[in-house]
């Protein structure tokens, strides 16, 4: 009787919680006003006892429909309960017994629902087979709760699953936004491990020069910051970057009046003529007073030559 599934017991798959109950399918209830209206033999008893059915079924159809936990299962159970106490006074009570099909079209299992929907059925037709009512008023009054009790019930099951679907692709869509995220996350951080360890080669090979450096000339190693040093550093960092090379090695020497930086490599290509860090290292060369050098043949080696004791 309604159209927005919640969640079902433990054992099916969980849908949305239902918020609030569509409550215009209490429409329904005025069913039970049927036979007193009409019929001549109806008097207060009849009217009180649907009256209190009324006040009794809409807080629990409510309830049920409003608040997930153990009143869920219980709501088809006591609909029954209260269909067959004021079926004595009221055979229209059989509509009762649709919005017990619904509960468990919503609530249960399908199998378990099935069942409820053969059980209710032939509950119909026990309520039938007793009540003393002419013929055409007794075919209104059971034989179309039976079949609104399946037309009811089925479509209250085919609901739910659309909505446990729906719930189902949420959860997916979720888990596949958290999956995304988790990728970039991994992603990012490859990347800083290999712009850090990028980092910690140039650290160490400048340490290593500033080792070389101390016994030859403490003052110069005091300063790996100078200009011939970063043109080192830079040379080194695009062998890293670049080269793919097995080998690399940085030679210092002087030749008479020159004191020559020779880095090598055995890799294929660490320089790129027209890069900006070439055209630094050049400029930072020249501004020494020297010259720089490129060959590229089975690897590539880069010359550095200077006047002897210039601070660089």
Do not use: K
Request: with cysteine; proline share 5%.
């Amino acid at each position: 009787m309604t159209t927005t599934p919640a969640p079902r017991h433990a054992g099916a798959t969980a849908a949305p919680s239902r918020q609030s109950a569509e409550l215009w399918y209490l429409g329904f209830l005025s069913i039970l006003v049927v036979q007193p209206a009409f019929d001549p033999a109806a008097g207060a008893v009849e009217w009180v006892v649907t009256g209190a059915a009324v006040l009794a079924f809409v807080p629990l159809y409510v309830a049920v429909h409003a608040r997930p936990g153990p009143l869920r299962r219980l709501g088809a159970p006591l609909s029954v309960l209260l269909a067959v106490a004021v079926f004595w006074f009221n055979g229209g009570a059989t509509v009762l017994l649709i919005y017990a099909a619904s509960f468990v079209g919503f609530y249960e299992p399908r199998r378990t629902a099935m069942r409820w929907f053969v059980g209710l059925s032939l509950l119909v037709v026990a309520m039938g087979v007793m009540a003393p009512l002419p013929l055409p008023f007794a075919l209104a009054v059971f034989a179309v709760p039976v079949v609104f009790i399946w037309l009811v019930g089925m479509s209250a099951i085919e609901e739910a699953e659309r909505e446990r679907e729906a719930q189902r692709l949420r959860v997916d869509n979720a888990r596949i936004g958290q999956l995304a995220t988790a990728a970039e996350r991994e992603r990012i951080a490859r990347d800083l491990h290999d712009v850090l360890g990028q980092s910690l080669t140039e650290i160490i090979v400048r340490a290593q020069l500033a080792r070389r450096l101390v016994g030859a000339d403490g003052e110069r190693a005091v300063t790996a910051e100078t200009a011939l040093a970063l043109v080192v550093r830079e040379a080194v960092t695009n062998v890293i970057r670049h080269a793919d090379a097995a080998r690399c090695a940085i030679v210092l020497r002087r030749e008479g009046s020159t004191d020559v930086i020779e880095v090598t490599d055995d890799g294929h290509g660490g320089i790129e003529e027209e890069s900006s860090g070439l055209l630094g290292m050049r400029e930072r060369v020249l501004a020494l007073g020297g010259e720089l050098t490129i060959t590229d043949s089975d690897g590539v080696s880069v010359r550095v030559r200077v006047p002897a004791g210039v601070p660089a």
